[in-house]
């Protein structure tokens, strides 16, 4: 297998990032934000602040385009103007020409602030009386919300009928009613958010940004700042990680705006207390779940109903219906189907997209309802997801029939493999299992340019952006596969937006099946060509849905005298069509379950009075290698697959099921069901004392 293309510049420390450029009389930005979650903005005072040494100018929303941005949604201003709705919220930007000197005078700008009643959670929010967050959300360009829906209400859907799945729960021999929540989490990131902006004229705006989506960036700046799209020229950049963070433009519309007033390159980058603090981490939720089954442990009904925080603003996701995982439970056959999902306007940070939106959090309470229906009624938690997970044929809950489904091949071979592991002497052992169940992307669109190189190999231009992942080694395969050379022969280069017509972006496990299709394309026309340059734009997959069936089983061992949980096993099996580079799949596999690990019982933002707590590393808890549970991976092989490449599905896929299995577990260790995350020490020990 050869190398990554990334892989000897990132091994050498070479490779650069958009905190490592350098431009000719680059400026630094730090901003001044908001100690408050909502508050009126009275007056602010930056004459110390601009007359400090090294400062360029210092801006407030007077100075800035009056212009909301957000990838679909668009709510959130460049600077708060006359009020604040969250803390670590922009209020004023200074630009100096050291970091050092910008930092310095945002201590110099005087805010004076006068504190308003806040909302912090969304209970708080619903209520009738409730301080609006926005004055009127539904008059927003791309808003979902509408005037009845209330006044805090960024988005509320339902799907399926309420009337019809209550009839049915009425008639179940066994139902759960039960709500669980799920906290809001950082997407874990090394590389902080960063911009640099260099705007040379109405014309002629150059930004290097970390971003997955490009394409869309572009185009927000250009339509927030009135700008012709092809004006607007987004660098190859490498990212230092991404999980869903970095798909929003963040501060690349204000830097662009600021580079435009001082006439010079400007440049950000977070400290990663204002990352932790002040960007755009997983919503936290409540779901209430209804489940029933007949006597036979058949599942009868579902009634679903999730609200989820979206922070002060809800731009930050690609739809202002936020996450559409929330309340997926395509594993099983259920013949009434209700649920709901309400995004709410609070006045905490604004949330966003981390790996497989929104299902972390509807997974961890479908399944952990399962297993307590399956308390109930008796049956064994393995054997009541046995009866009702679907066959190929059937219509999952949504109404989509997939070309196959193997849920039960991957539960069987999951329990083949399933090896008890002892705990340490005096600890309680326990066993839990998940499913869950994954579309491969129904959109991915993307363009590829190809021509010969002067070294006699084929030259790739390729507009989707490294994210760690190994896309840009993946395209090569495909490349070289498809015109049967070695991958040795494919030279992968990352375009400009300038360079390619189109990139939908990174994420929602869409790039590989995107690029084979655009693969496909590009090699059909070259050779049509005679070996001339060529660019073509592809849409994929095409054809009938194809999905990913997943089992998951988690160990734990739990210390009665302290609550202490000890993840030992986390066995993932997965049923898999073609892979293109084993390592990186297995990564894949790898990485979103330690993810999902560090979700269920380290990672805590310590949200509290509309504050982040954990504004480190060190508070944040993400698992280091010394936390890692022990992995195993079962791959169930034969799976069919989208297109030539039969490819499907993988990022997003591993990360969801997991704190469902590990808490399924726990409840197994201790008789106690534990419906909040994540599963510290401190908050077993808490139920197992009141247990006593």
């Not at 909302?119 to 005037?147: K, N």
């Not at 709901?340 to 972390?360: F, I, K, L, S």
């Not at 809950?397 to 071979?413: C, I, K, M, N, T």
Request: glycine share 10%; charged share 20%.
């Amino acid at each position: 297998m050869s190398a990554r293309p990334d892989a000897g510049a990132k091994a050498q420390g070479s490779a650069r990032y958009v905190a490592d450029l350098v431009l000719p009389g680059m400026t630094w930005v730090a901003m001044v934000r908001s100690p408050h979650p909502h508050a009126r903005i009275v007056s602010i005072d930056t004459r110390s602040a601009k007359a400090a040494d090294g400062v360029v100018g210092v801006f407030t929303a007077a100075d800035v385009a009056s212009t909301t941005y957000g990838r679909s949604l668009l709510d959130a201003p460049l600077l708060a103007a006359e009020e604040t709705r969250f803390v670590g919220e922009r209020v004023a930007a200074v630009v100096a020409h050291s970091l050092a000197d910008a930092e310095r005078a945002t201590d110099l700008v005087v805010v004076e602030y006068e504190p308003r009643p806040a909302v912090l959670t969304p209970a708080e929010a619903l209520e009738p009386h409730a301080p609006r967050v926005h004055a009127e959300p539904a008059s927003y360009i791309g808003a979902a919300a509408t005037p009845e829906d209330g006044p805090n209400v960024v988005y509320h859907g339902t799907h399926g009928s309420l009337d019809v799945a209550e009839e049915a729960l009425l008639r179940a021999a066994f139902m759960v009613d039960a709500t669980y929540r799920a906290h809001s989490v950082h997407q874990g990131y090394l590389e902080p958010q960063a911009c640099v902006a260099d705007y040379h004229s109405e014309h002629d705006v150059r930004v290097w940004l970390t971003t997955k989506a490009p394409y869309k960036v572009r185009s927000t700046i250009a339509d927030c700042l009135g700008l012709a799209s092809d004006a607007v020229d987004l660098q190859p950049v490498l990212l230092g990680g991404d999980f869903g963070g970095k798909g929003s433009s963040q501060d690349a519309v204000l830097c662009v705006e600021l580079s435009r007033l001082v006439r010079r390159p400007v440049k950000s980058v977070l400290r990663y207390s204002e990352d932790l603090t002040a960007t755009n981490p997983r919503h936290s939720a409540e779901v209430r779940v209804r489940l029933g089954a007949d006597a036979d442990g058949r599942f009868v009904a579902a009634a679903i109903s999730a609200t989820l925080n979206a922070g002060a603003y809800g731009g930050f996701t690609p739809s202002a219906r936020g996450p559409h995982g929330i309340v997926d439970v395509a594993s099983y056959r259920i013949p009434a189907f209700f649920s709901e999902t309400t995004r709410v306007y609070t006045h905490t940070v604004p949330r966003g997209n981390m790996r497989a939106p929104g299902a972390p959090q509807g997974v961890f309470a479908f399944e952990s309802a399962v297993d307590e229906l399956a308390g109930i009624s008796g049956i064994d938690p393995v054997e009541l997801r046995r009866r009702n997970l679907l066959t190929t044929g059937e219509a999952d809950p949504s109404g989509q029939v997939w070309v196959e489904r193997r849920g039960h091949e991957v539960l069987d071979a999951a329990l083949a493999e399933y090896r008890p592991i002892e705990s340490p002497v005096g600890w309680l052992h326990g066993r839990g299992v998940a499913a869950y169940s994954r579309s491969t992307a129904a959109r991915a669109n993307t363009s590829l340019g190809v021509s010969a190189a002067r070294d006699g190999r084929i030259r790739v231009e390729c507009p989707v952006v490294e994210t760690g992942t190994g896309s840009h080694s993946v395209l090569r395969e495909l490349m070289a596969q498809r015109l049967g050379v070695e991958p040795s022969m494919v030279e992968v280069v990352a375009t400009p937006t300038s360079g390619l017509p189109f990139d939908q972006g990174a994420g929602g496990s869409r790039v590989t099946v995107g690029m084979a299709a655009a693969v496909a394309a590009a090699v059909e026309a070259w050779r049509r060509a005679d070996g001339k340059p060529v660019t073509v734009e592809a849409k994929g997959p095409t054809g009938p849905p194809v999905g990913t069936d997943l089992v998951q089983i988690a160990q734990v061992a739990v210390d009665p005298e302290t609550g202490e949980v000890d993840v030992l096993e986390v066995l993932t099996a997965i049923d898999v069509a073609e892979i293109i580079r084993p390592a990186a799949f297995r990564m894949q596999i790898d990485g979103g379950v330690v993810m999902g690990y560090g979700y269920a019982c380290l990672e805590d933002l310590g949200e509290a009075d509309g504050r982040m707590a954990a504004n480190s590393l060190r508070e944040f808890k993400l698992p280091t290698t010394a936390d890692v549970p022990q992995l195993r991976t079962v791959l169930v092989r034969g799976s069919v697959g989208v297109g030539w490449a039969d490819v499907k599905n993988i990022g997003e896929t591993t990360t969801p099921a997991v704190a469902a299995a590990i808490a399924n577990a726990v409840a197994d260790a201790v008789g106690l069901r534990f419906r909040e995350l994540p599963l510290t020490a401190e908050r077993v020990l808490a139920g197992l004392s009141g247990a006593r």
